[in-house]
């Protein structure tokens, strides 16, 4: 006898979501979904797949907190577009060792997920896995303003994040119990866990900087150095990043100082920060961080675009060098997953 039927499932997740919007014209329980196309705004359209034991272990996470964080990690390419998230669909592949209050609690988090963003569930697919969890969901947004590719810094713009890096990388030590035997105050902890576990997309912050000017971003999900690169790979320039500019969480500083570990390094190759970089004009910045501000999101320079396609940086140590390589790469070789000076 089945723990539960697949058409159950999804009867029950309906009512853990929001109520349709009203661009949404069909949206779960037929073949696909039908949606009013929008006018006077860009479509944009993304796909993010969260896998057991590489995005998330259950061992240090629920899964209602791992629904949470793979709506968040969906969303947050649509702010680094600057876009508006809509709507988004969710594929869930469920192991036998799965209970029906599991999968519930699974779309408990990505209920509440798309209350925060005001994203409509209009869709999915639900399949067992003979493996662990696999959860994948795609996400349509709309941007009415400039939209935010890559590949759009120019030489003179600065170079700029929101909020704090390394928080995740940090978190995830410490679960992996790295960190446990050293000395860390229960608010360090929890900001910490809090940034691992509980990422929040900066979707006010992509629409802010879209409307005041940026000419690129992307989100921080593989770590700054390789977000960085893919920055300008795609705009054919380089850049000049001072690392004592980098913003690193206070906790995480202390707890990176007692572990003997660099909060930079976190930040530069540990990736799952879902931050913002980006490039804008010197002339726009101050109302962008104005801005930024205002929503209650910090906006901090850390360098700028150079005419010389060359990644700089002035390290720790104040050496003006090639930014190191590195960054969260799947098919990395054992040991190195977090490329460059961290693990
Ligand atoms: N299997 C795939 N088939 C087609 N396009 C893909 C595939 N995997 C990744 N891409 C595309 O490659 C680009 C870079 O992907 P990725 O580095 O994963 O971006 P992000 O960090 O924003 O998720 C994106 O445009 C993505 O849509
Ligand atoms: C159990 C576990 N191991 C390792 C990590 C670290 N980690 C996993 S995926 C990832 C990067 C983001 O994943 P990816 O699929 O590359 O995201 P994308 O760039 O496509 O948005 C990081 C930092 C983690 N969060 N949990
Ligand atoms: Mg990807």
């Known amino acids: 006898m089945a723990k539960f039927r697949e058409s159950d499932l999804i009867r029950q997740w309906q009512t853990r979501v929001p109520i349709p919007r009203p661009d949404t014209v069909v949206g779960i329980g037929d073949d696909a979904a039908v949606l ?3 006018s006077g705004g860009r479509l944009l359209v993304s796909t993010d797949m969260m896998v057991e034991n590489v995005h998330f272990s259950l061992g240090w996470m629920t899964i209602r907190e791992v629904g949470f964080k793979a709506v968040s990690a969906a969303v947050s390419d649509i702010a680094a577009m600057g876009g508006e998230p809509r709507h988004i669909l969710a594929s869930v592949g469920i192991p036998a060792s799965a209970r029906l209050e599991d999968a519930n609690a699974l779309y408990d988090g ?3 997920a798309c209350r925060l963003y005001g ?3 209009v869709g999915g697919d639900t399949v067992a896995s003979p493996a662990g969890w696999v959860i994948d969901m795609v996400v349509l947004g709309l941007a009415t303003n400039q939209v935010l590719t890559r590949g759009g810094g120019r030489p003179g713009d600065v170079v700029a994040v929101t909020g704090y890096l390394g ?3 940090a978190g995830l030590d410490w679960l992996r119990g790295g960190g446990q035997a050293v000395v860390t105050t229960p608010d360090e ?6 940034m691992h576990r509980r990422p929040l997309a900066q979707v006010e912050a992509g629409r802010i ?3 005041s000017g940026a000419t690129a971003c992307d989100d921080v999900t593989d770590g700054l150095a390789a977000e960085l690169r893919a920055l300008c790979q795609a705009s054919g320039y380089g850049c000049f990043i001072e690392s004592q500019r980098i913003p690193t969480h206070p906790a995480v500083r202390n707890y990176a100082l007692r572990r003997g570990k660099s909060p930079v390094d976190w930040a530069l190759f540990g990736g799952d920060d879902y931050q913002l970089v980006c490039c804008i004009p010197p002339t726009r910045f101050a109302a962008a961080q104005a801005g930024c501000m205002a929503a209650g999101v910090m906006l901090t320079v850390i ?3 150079t005419e010389d396609p060359a990644l700089l940086w002035r390290s720790p140590s104040g050496v003006v060098e090639e930014l190191p390589e590195g960054g969260f790469d799947h ?3 054992e040991g190195e997953e977090h490329g460059h000076g961290v693990g």
């Open 331 to 333: 098919f990395a070789e």
């Open 36 to 38: 009013e196309p929008q």
């Open 167 to 169: 928080g995740a990388a």
């Open 119 to 121: 994203l409509d569930m």
């Open 189 to 194: 902890r929890w900001v910490l866990l809090d």
């Open 110 to 112: 990505i209920g509440e």
């Open 209 to 211: 900087l879209a409307q």
């Open 303 to 305: 360098g700028r675009v």
